[in-house]
């Protein structure tokens, strides 16, 4: 979350190192023989498993002679796998350096290379720029990078090797290449000049995702001839350069180039227009311009500027005025579509003027219906035009300007087929606002879905105009298909005393049809007549509730045996509302019903009446395991309803989490935990708070071992993305210093569990990312806990590192630890870089990805290091050199980034240069 502002952390927490874990070494060296025997089996997921546990126990102690026999002949298994576990365990285990560099280089196999380059020696690891593995060598050149010992023929000789093969392997020369462009200051010139063919192809690549200043002198002598490239490296040269550069020829091959049948080609231009910010967008308006009056087809250049600014679609305006009337409504057209804020200026121009209105624009114009002159034409247009969508715009206009017009119920009545919804639309107009005749002639066009809306419009006005109520009655007692409509209308929303007229006035016969509408009403002034009815039905039983009749409530209770499944099932709430607490006893007798329907409503009401006794109840029936699940998760909700009896089961989980939690018990933590978040009256209580956190972080160290029985994927784990959620809603809300307090504790509990080197990153990272998301500043408080813990694992999953690094930074920064702030960006940096983490991931953390929009958030990772190393050495009073030397390298790494580059220049004002 690097656009949040510093973190305002409650508690703090140093950056813990592997050898800071506490890791009883009593507790590992005796079970060293079994993990070396793990990690010589034949299954790669208890191999996985053996060697996170060494490279923990290790930490803490080297290990015996014994580790040595087993892990050394490892390193020459068949098994890639076992070759891997065993080359990562080895550092740790404290091998010679030059040992383990000894094996690497007669090893082969990619795999168990790849696991090993960080940890051999700086003369080893440049040796493997001659590996047959392409991946290998380009793995090399980062780690030389990293160690700032990369030279510009470690570079060629990578980009090269893996760039011009007679079939080259592009991901290893893009690793390369990127490098070179995302993290490379100043840019080597040198580098670039080396390169040719597919190498030379895979820079321009990375150039034209991101451009650098730096590079520009690189391109000059392809841009210098531009005819002796070919179509697509011509247009990758020109994006490889920042638009600011482009020539006036360059943006027309731009141009040009979206309209190739080549697909390639249109789609490198229409990812470029896209990328462009808005001021470089703006220049393309004078290009698309002068093509127009050429003769080309305006629809077809529109798109180029779709990421012009605001003055950029004032210059176009400005330019249009001399096209014919319709090229200027076209552009208006499509300025309308981007909500474009000249698009009100122009409607006033047009309503103002003599400039046509196309329909676009007109049924647009509704606000800006505002003078008695602007009505008038709009009126003309509706009751003069020939053109049908014309009309139907300025109907539009006219309604969402709440101005009524004959012209309008003309246009609605000679609809046809479209009757329905213009005359419904029509009914949106205020009630009171449209003649009493309109609102007749639209009730006698005799069409249903008209009259509906309609009625429903009046109702709500009934009690300000006695006509309208009038009409209302009228309609609702006349003998015609329209009466149930305009009677339904009235018992839904009309003023009680017009309600009462129409249902006095109504033949009894009719009544019955309309008890379910009264269910929805309250006063009691229509209970006497309900009680009237000879008849019974659900819908009689709930709008006598309803109207609060306690009487239907004691008899039910006194003989629930008469009522049938129906009845109780939809009345439960209207009941619960007229309970006393005396009618306690009576409810809970209930449950010992033979009947299941007797049974839930019974359950319902004690759920939904938290004040009613029959706690003891509730707790059996819910605790019964055999009992029905619809039963019992009733029970549950009247069990969290009540305070005592919450705490009680938020309580007992938190106990039972201890000793870990089996499927059965894991299964009803999650329903609790569903049930009291649920409850909008179940405030985040300390109990709660603590319980989900340590649902959420220890509960998962006693169900470790899944992870690696289902193929070391962190996704199999015991309803991960619902603890997440429920992690979020509880700790959002609730008290920062609480919150904090739960997540410090649980982690530390962690800490010390067994099996902690067994846990994944990607279990903690999400809940990182949960926080990171939510509202609020939840991630301010936990993050770096949560972050701490990450980086701690053995886990080798890459994904959640640069996230981790990256919250650490920012809390370190606001903790005003510069420098510890500066290394954990570097580390976030170089994460992002090798193991990206997948798109949402990155987004949650780094912010969105949008050049054209100015954000550009692997741009911001690459310079922050810098912009820190600037700010450690004032603070140092560092060299004038090296502070200028930070800043210039900040600042061409940050190119895209608007919040980035703002920083390095706030900086450099700061400084006064």
Not at 162 to 176: I, N, Q, Y
Not at 554 to 583: F, G, I, K, M, Q
Request: glycine share 6%.
């Amino acid at each position: 979350m690097r656009r949040s502002p510093v973190f305002a952390l409650l508690l703090g927490l140093s950056v813990p190192s592997t050898a800071q874990q506490e890791v009883p070494v009593e507790a590992s060296k005796p079970a060293e023989g079994a993990l070396l025997g793990a990690l010589a089996t034949g299954e790669e997921a208890p191999a996985e498993a053996a060697a996170r546990r060494l490279i923990v126990a290790h930490a803490a102690a080297a290990p015996g002679p014994a580790a040595m026999r087993v892990l050394l002949p490892l390193l020459a298994s068949l098994e890639p796998f076992r070759r891997s576990a065993a080359a990562r365990v080895l550092p740790h285990a404290g091998i010679a350096a030059t040992e383990l560099a000894a094996w690497a280089e007669g090893e082969s196999d990619a795999r168990a290379l790849l696991d090993v380059v960080d940890y051999l020696p700086d003369v080893a690891v440049r040796g493997l720029l001659d590996s047959s593995s392409p991946e290998v060598a380009a793995r090399a050149v980062v780690v030389l990078f990293e160690r700032r010992l990369v030279t510009t023929e470690d570079f060629v000789t990578a980009l090269l090797r893996a760039g011009t093969e007679a079939e080259p392997d592009t991901e290893p020369a893009d690793t390369v290449a990127r490098l070179l462009v995302e993290r490379v200051v100043p840019f080597p010139r040198a580098v670039a000049d080396q390169t040719v063919g597919s190498a030379r192809k895979e820079l321009l690549e990375a150039l034209a995702d991101r451009p650098r200043a730096q590079a520009v002198p690189f391109t000059a002598p392809l841009r210098a001839e531009p005819d002796a490239l070919d179509d697509e490296t011509r247009l990758l040269v020109l994006l490889a350069v920042p638009p600011e550069e482009w020539t006036r020829d360059e943006v027309r091959r731009l141009i040009d180039a979206q309209f190739s049948p080549r697909g390639r080609l249109s789609t490198l231009a229409a990812d470029a227009l896209d990328q462009l910010g808005p001021r470089a967008a703006d220049r393309l308006v004078g290009e698309v311009h002068r093509r127009v009056v050429e003769g080309q087809a305006l629809a077809d250049l529109l798109p180029a500027l779709h990421r012009i600014s605001d003055k950029g679609e004032r210059h176009l305006l400005a330019l249009t005025r001399a096209l014919d009337v319709e090229a200027r409504g076209e552009i208006a057209t499509w300025l309308a579509r981007r909500d474009s804020p000249l698009v009100a200026g122009i409607l006033a121009e047009s309503l103002d003027g003599e400039e046509p209105l196309n329909a676009e624009l007109l049924r647009r114009a509704g606000k800006l219906l505002v003078t008695d002159e602007r009505v008038v034409r709009v009126v003309g247009i509706l009751d003069e035009s020939e053109n049908e969508f014309l009309r139907d715009a300025a109907f539009e206009a006219l309604i969402d300007a709440d101005v009524y017009h004959e012209g309008l119920l003309d246009h609605a009545l000679a609809g046809g087929s479209q009757l329905s919804s213009r005359g419904s639309r029509l009914a949106s107009l205020p009630a009171r606002s449209v003649p009493l005749g309109a609102w007749v002639q639209l009730l006698d066009a005799d069409d249903r879905r008209v009259a509906s809306a309609v009625f429903r419009r009046l109702a709500g006005a009934a009690d300000e105009d006695p006509e309208i109520a009038r009409l209302l009655e009228d309609r609702a007692l006349a003998a015609t298909w329209q009466a149930d409509l305009a009677a339904a209308a009235v018992l839904d929303a009309g003023p009680d005393e017009l309600a009462h007229r129409v249902w006095d006035g109504m033949d009894p016969a009719r009544r019955s049809a309309f008890v379910e509408h009264l269910g929805r009403r309250r006063g009691g002034w229509l209970l006497d007549s309900l009680r009237e009815f000879s008849f019974t039905s659900p819908e009689l039983f709930r709008a006598r509730l309803a109207q609060g009749d306690r009487a239907l409530v004691e008899e039910l209770l006194a003989e629930p045996e008469r009522y049938d499944e129906r009845t109780l099932r939809s009345s439960d709430s209207l009941v619960a509302e007229l309970l006393r607490a005396e009618d306690g006893p009576a409810v809970v007798a209930m449950l010992d019903s033979e009947r299941a329907a007797q049974r839930l409503f019974a359950l319902e009401l004690l759920a939904a009446r938290a004040d009613l006794s029959g706690a003891d109840e509730l707790q059996r029936i819910w605790s019964d395991r055999g009992a029905d699940d619809e039963e019992r998760f009733i029970a549950l909700r009247g069990l969290a309803r009540r305070e005592a009896t919450r705490r009680a089961l938020l309580t007992g989980l938190d106990d039972a989490l201890a000793g870990g939690l089996d499927d059965e018990q894991a299964e009803a933590a999650l329903e609790v935990l569903g049930t009291v978040l649920d409850d909008p009256k179940v405030g985040a209580s300390g109990d709660l708070v603590r319980l989900v956190v340590r649902l959420a972080l220890v509960e998962p160290m006693a169900r470790v071992a899944d992870e690696f029985e289902d193929s070391l994927d962190d996704d199999a784990v015991f309803d991960g993305v619902a603890v997440c959620h429920a992690f979020v809603r509880t700790l959002s809300p609730a008290d920062p210093e609480l919150v904090a307090a739960a997540v410090e504790a649980a982690v530390a509990e962690v800490r010390t569990h067994p099996d902690f080197a067994l846990l994944s990153r990607g279990r903690v990272g999400r809940l990182l990312a949960f926080a990171a998301a939510a509202e609020g500043s939840l991630l301010d408080h936990i993050g770096h806990h949560l972050a701490a813990l990450i980086l701690d694992l053995p886990d080798p999953d890459q994904v959640w590192v640069g996230p981790a690094a990256w919250v650490l930074s920012l809390h370190a920064e606001g903790e005003g630890d510069l420098a510890t702030a500066q290394e954990l960006a570097e580390r976030a940096a170089r994460a992002s870089f090798r193991d990206g983490p997948r798109p949402m991931v990155h987004r949650a953390f780094f912010g969105d990805h949008h050049p054209g929009a100015g954000l550009l958030p692997e741009a911001a990772v690459a310079a922050r290091p810098w912009l820190l190393a600037a700010q450690v050495a004032l603070q140092a009073d560092g060299t004038e050199t090296d502070i200028e030397a930070a800043l210039a390298n900040a600042e061409e790494l940050a190119r895209g980034d608007r919040e980035a580059e703002a920083e390095v220049s706030a900086l450099r004002e700061a400084r006064g240069r």
